[in-house]
């Protein structure tokens, strides 16, 4: 039972993270942060005393500066005003994964804010964890480019605040879409270690994320991507995770964990081909929460996830994990945000692949190992 006079964990949250909508049609839906958080209501999580609840910032100009271009900043806020920029494609901005809205710079400063306010918990010694859900979807923003549904990069920001603070950092991503806009705001320095697991860019955006992107300069060597096959399921993931993750992280020895919580790994998402659980994605959060009790303590960040009652039931279980709660089996029946839901845990669970596809799956995540293990085991000293 944890001493109910100090918190465990923190969740940065408010509403007004969920109330933006980027086109009618669009995958990325942030009200699923509210079923998130009505589910996190019904089931009693928010109750939990040691579990601290705080509500987001914005951003300040200067803050976000500190990894994006003035010029591409600026357009932003011109188009969040209502206003034209005829160069924004050169931004990427327009119709697609990154459409111009009125509300777009406030509501992705505020996004930013959140993941600052989750850093700054931590950093004080407030928490051992903190969650920011509305962050980590940005991973993919570039310097003076949106990209995949990101504009303002959160984790890079917040991590850059870190670094310019003297702490080393290690950046682990384990959305189904390689981290490329963290690893580009970090790939030529050692300061930060960023690990990404992803479904390889041989089948999915962005179309990165090798093995051979190992940084450049005095970043070589502290750039590691680990690629899955398509159909992974949980049992080859975790093992996976379990011989690059925790070894790299410990030789590297950083003064705090920064987790991206992607749930798209999830085995019923529109837009990937991974095939992971609930319950699966929870023991990963299980095993970084242990790695950060090891060094400075973690700051975590949501992601992509596009089946809305996975990405609800996934970071309920996952805050409950941070905070040490203990969730009842059944979804609670006065939640009814999404439809159709009945256990936390997907029982049944992705039906079992062809013996011969289970075979390339596992040998696929088995030559990553082993091309992780000789690029960077010997440099880390493992």
């Known amino acids: 039972m ?29 009200v699923r942060l509210r079923y998130m958080h009505e589910l ?18 914005l951003a300040s100009r200067e803050e976000i500066l500190r990894c994006h271009d003035a010029d591409y900043v600026d357009a932003v806020r011109v188009i ?8 924004m494609h050169a931004f990427g901005i327009g119709p697609g994964d990154n459409p111009p ?36 979807v940005h991973h993919h923003a570039m310097f003076n480019r949106a990209s995949g549904f990101g504009v ?43 690990i990404s697991l992803h479904e390889s860019g041989q089948w999915l ?12 300069g005095e970043g070589t060597g502290y750039s590691v991507n680990v690629p899955f096959a398509p159909y992974t399921q949980d049992d080859v993931w975790l093992r996976t995770f ?23 790994t999830h085995f019923t998402d529109p837009l ?19 790695l950060g009790t090891e060094f400075g303590g973690t700051v975590a960040v949501g992601g992509g996830g596009y089946d809305m009652g996975a990405v609800a039931r996934a970071w309920t279980m996952a805050t409950a994990e941070m905070a040490g709660f203990a969730l009842p089996e059944q979804v609670p029946g006065s939640f009814d945000s999404v439809t159709g839901l009945s256990a936390f845990s997907d029982e049944p669970g992705p039906a079992p692949l062809p013996e011969d596809a289970a075979q390339e799956v596992e040998q696929y995540a088995g030559r990553s190992v082993e091309a992780v293990k000789s690029a960077f085991f010997t440099r880390f000293g493992i």
């Not at 950092?169 to 970090?186: N, R």
Request: glycine share 10%.
């Open 2 to 30: 944890p001493d109910l006079a100090k918190p465990t964990a923190a969740l940065v949250y408010s509403n007004e993270l969920s109330q933006h909508v980027l086109s009618p049609n669009h995958p990325m839906r942030p």
């Open 40 to 57: 996190m209501r019904a089931s009693g999580l928010l109750d939990w005393p040691v579990l601290l609840q705080d509500v987001p910032r």
């Open 80 to 87: 969040g005003s209502g206003g034209i920029v005829p160069s």
């Open 101 to 136: 809205r009125k509300g777009m710079y406030d509501s992705t400063a505020l996004v930013v804010g959140s993941t600052l306010v989750a850093t700054e918990l931590v950093r004080s010694g407030q928490v051992p964890v903190a969650f920011s859900p509305a962050g980590g």
């Open 152 to 194: 303002f990069n959160d984790a890079a920001i917040a991590i850059q605040g870190l670094t310019d603070a003297g702490l080393r950092v290690a950046y682990v991503d384990i959305d189904c879409h390689h981290g490329d806009g963290v690893q580009a705001a970090f790939y030529g320095t050692d300061r930060v270690l960023t």
């Open 205 to 216: 955006f962005p179309g990165s994320g090798f093995v051979e992107e190992t940084g450049e």
């Open 242 to 264: 379990d011989e690059v993750v925790p070894p790299l992280v410990r030789a590297y020895s950083p003064d705090l964990l920064f987790v991206q919580l992607g749930i798209d």
């Open 272 to 290: 990937t081909h991974l095939q992971l659980t609930t319950q699966g994605f929870t023991e990963a959060v299980s095993r970084l929460l242990a």
